[in-house]
């Protein structure tokens, strides 16, 4: 997994604790500290097409729907 957090997988197997151990002892997520897995959306935690100019930490589809509230304007 790329990603470094086993949110999904964990959901799946939340009705089976034995499985849930087992899975966490052998694929305990790398802790990353550099690449493009690093950079996350702060508001939805995609890692694809982020923006971190401004210090905006936001993926694209975030930045385009919180645009106008954070200032920016759309020119034509
Ligand atoms: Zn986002």
Avoid: D, W
Wanted: aromatic share 8%; proline share 3%; glycine share 8%.
């Amino acid at each position: 997994m790329t990603t470094s957090t086993h949110k999904k997988l964990l959901n799946q197997l939340s009705n089976k604790p034995g499985k849930i151990e087992k899975y966490k002892k052998y694929n305990v997520p790398k802790k990353r500290k550099h690449g493009e897995k690093t950079h996350t959306c702060r508001r939805c935690g995609r890692t694809g097409a982020h923006i971190s100019k401004y210090g905006l930490k936001l993926c694209r589809h975030c930045f385009r729907e919180n645009a106008i509230v954070l200032g920016f304007k759309k020119y034509r």
